[in-house]
């Protein structure tokens, strides 16, 4: 046999020993650093013989290409849902209920996983289909994302013709809270709690996007086997920790009722401690033929519940409050809380939102409070006790400066939050360079996120003008992990070529509040550097076409900022242009001073690259239809939009007559 060939099945096997002690055992051997080697090497020869890829292949772990929809799928067995009780008298009922059919039986009760539940189906140990639960009984194929999650073993360590198991894929708790820092800080969804985090990732239909994210998985029941037969639900546990899935943990066998409340109890004792959040226990008859006997209602078993823990409430006394200045220049004030032990932790701190949170829940300083844990993660003042108040509270108001760096803050018009003004300011380094170096700002190729971070990490950049000294640091650059020789020139290469961007993309790359594309484009269009528009006042800038009050007040404030003058001159010293490539010239174009409206989806552009062509050939891009708009360019699906031109009789394009008007009017 081929070397190459062998050494990829030898790979695949370490790789998938390895991804088990990780994943499943949480007891890795090998360094991370190690496992990526091997991963790699792995990936290069699968592209020298790519008919030896598999689907089970370590390598097909990191997303295939979007899918288009999900394909609907019919469950053999129905994915029921669980009647829920609220107490232990609840619970004994359930108890009396099962007692009237059985007369010797023992329970199971495990945790009860927030997360969202899936079938995972094995052909000759082969993962093949992954799918939502669904409705129960019809769910969604999604087996592309769950290929994603390193806890589903693609192949089985036991042999079996047929095996179908259930479990509760969750994203941890610090990974949820990372994903939400980021999503912020790129503009993206905020997620409300673990749940919707990790039902949203497997939602995607880019598989890249879920695996960007650290989803995990628990199983906890087999669904369908053939070859093999269990007696008992642990029994069937105990086989499927054998077969490499990670298997629902702190699970109990109980002989009565009062064991199993027993087991309530100390899973509820343990809520908070885990890295995944729980909603609840699970009881189960243990003995699957019982479970047959008892059966089941069109909805749920009748030989399971899910008890739902009550939210732990405990008084506390607010200490301080102080302020926070978030990665994205909000400023966030927090309580500090004299500790208090709630759902398993100690806690002595909890956000306070906003100021106007405070004022409505009348918090202040020195208050005795009713404290709880939303979705047992994050603490909340849920009222104040005003009956404990001696009068020696203080109100708190919000600074009117900056904590972190001293700006001025500001607060938006129908907006709760306040914002550092401050583009140097330390607390939001990392979201003003990711910005800068994005796509529709100074685009530099090759500085993405994970790299800025590197960067801020080891003191190598501390602002956006830090960004074009770098190539004095490149010895510090090429030992980062994942440089080298080549990849620092590349980086370097890439950040010398957007010194000459211009000013629309530098101004951009700044992130002024109410300036985007657009504007920036306005801007370099009107003024002939930098300079001048520090120099301009309120009345030059609403002069301008589409500057209103708003964006021209934003404007002057941002320049009038001396953490802004000193980023410009740091720029000026570095290189990089403040001239604007556009002003003085002639404007041209199909589409001059005509406004058109984006509605739909176009078939080959997408909504921004259609935007981008409009304002390329002089038109302006709304969002509204109104008796101003010149043309409505529509695609499939076109809604409200589409209608309100059709009433005023404006021209309807598409994106034929639309590439048509413009390759007319090129220059």
């Known amino acids: 046999m081929n070397r190459d060939i062998e050494r990829i099945r030898e790979l695949r096997k370490q790789l998938d020993y390895h991804n088990y002690r990780y994943n499943v055992l949480d007891d890795p051997v090998i360094s991370d650093m190690e496992y990526d080697k091997m991963l790699h090497e792995l990936e290069l020869l699968e592209e020298k013989y790519p008919d030896e890829i598999t689907d089970e292949s370590p390598t097909r772990r990191v997303g295939g290409e979007p899918a288009k929809g999900f394909e609907k799928v019919t469950h053999d067995v129905p994915m029921l849902s669980l009647q829920d009780v609220f107490s232990m008298e609840e619970l004994r009922q359930f108890d009396d209920r099962v007692g009237k059919v059985l007369s010797d039986y023992e329970y199971i009760v495990e945790q009860k996983i927030d997360g969202l539940s899936v079938s995972l189906e094995y052909e000759n140990g082969i993962f093949k289909r992954g799918s939502t639960r669904g409705d129960g009984v019809v769910g969604e194929d999604i087996t592309a994302n769950l290929r994603t999650v390193k806890s589903i073993p693609l192949r089985l360590m036991v042999d079996l013709e047929f095996l179908e198991v259930r479990g509760e894929v969750y994203l941890p708790v610090s990974d949820f809270l990372e994903l939400n820092e980021r999503q912020e800080i790129l503009g993206g969804k905020i997620f409300a709690n673990p ?48 077969a490499g899935f990670r298997v629902i943990p702190n699970y109990y066998v109980c002989a009565d009722i009062n064991e199993v409340i027993d ?84 806690v002595s701190r909890a956000t306070l939102h906003n100021i106007d949170y405070i004022k409505s829940k009348d918090i202040r300083i020195g208050d005795h409070i009713i404290l709880q844990k939303a979705g047992d993660i994050i603490p909340e003042v849920v009222e104040v006790i005003k009956d404990r108040r001696k009068g020696d509270e203080i109100e708190f108001e919000m600074p009117g400066n900056c904590p972190a760096c001293g700006s001025p803050v500001e607060r938006e018009e129908n907006m709760a939050a306040l914002r550092c003004t401050g583009i140097e300011c330390p607390a939001q380094k990392f979201r003003s360079i990711v910005h800068f170096c994005s796509k529709p700002a100074m685009n530099i190729d090759g500085l993405g996120p994970s790299i800025i971070d590197a960067f801020i990490k080891k003191e190598m950049i501390e602002t956006i003008a830090d960004i074009y ?26 950040i010398e070529r957007t010194k000459s961007n211009g000013l629309a993309r530098l101004l951009v790359g700044f992130g002024i509040r109410h300036v985007g594309a657009r504007a920036g484009k306005l801007l370099a269009e009107n003024f002939p550097d930098i300079d001048a528009i520090m120099n301009a006042g309120h009345d030059d800038l609403t002069r301008i076409d589409e500057v209103g009050e708003i964006m021209a007040r934003s ?43 984006l509605t739909g989806t176009l078939p080959g552009l997408t909504r921004d690259e259609a935007k981008k062509l409009i304002e390329d050939h002089g038109g302006k891009a709304s969002s509204s239809v109104s008796a101003r708009t010149d043309f409505v360019l529509a695609g499939s699906d076109a809604g409200s939009k589409l209608t309100k031109a059709q009433e005023l009789g404006i021209k309807i394009i598409d994106e034929d007559e639309f590439l048509s008007m413009i390759g007319d009017g090129n220059d």
Request: glycine share 8%.
């Open 555 to 597: 404007i002057v404030s941002f320049f009038e900022n001396p953490q802004t003058q000193h980023l410009i001159e740091r720029l000026r010293e570095a290189g990089v242009s403040l001239e604007s490539l556009d002003y003085g010239k002639e404007k041209k174009g199909a589409l001059l001073g005509k406004t058109v409206v």
């Open 263 to 346: 087991a309530v109890d100390r899973i509820g004792e343990l809520r908070g401690n885990d890295s995944y959040e729980i909603d609840g226990a699970v009881i189960n008859v243990n003995s699957l033929a019982q479970r047959m006997q008892l059966g089941s209602t069109s909805k749920s078993p009748r030989w399971a519940v899910a008890y739902k823990y009550p939210a732990e409430r405990k008084e506390t006394v607010v200490r301080n409050i102080f302020v926070q200045v978030g990665r994205t220049g909000v400023l966030t004030p927090n309580a500090e809380l004299e500790p208090v032990r709630i759902s398993g932790s100690t």
């Open 195 to 242: 749940r919707n985090a990790a039902a949203g990732s497997l939602r995607q239909l880019d598989p890249k996007v879920a695996a960007s994210r650290n989803l995990a998985i628990y199983v906890f029941s087999v669904m369908q086997i053939r070859g093999m037969e269990f007696s008992t639900d642990s029994e069937s546990l105990e086989f499927l920790k054998k």
């Open 469 to 494: 000294y770098l190539k004095d640091k490149r010895d510090e650059i090429v030992v980062l992990e994942g440089m080298g020789e080549k990849s620092a020139d590349k980086l370097i290469e890439a």
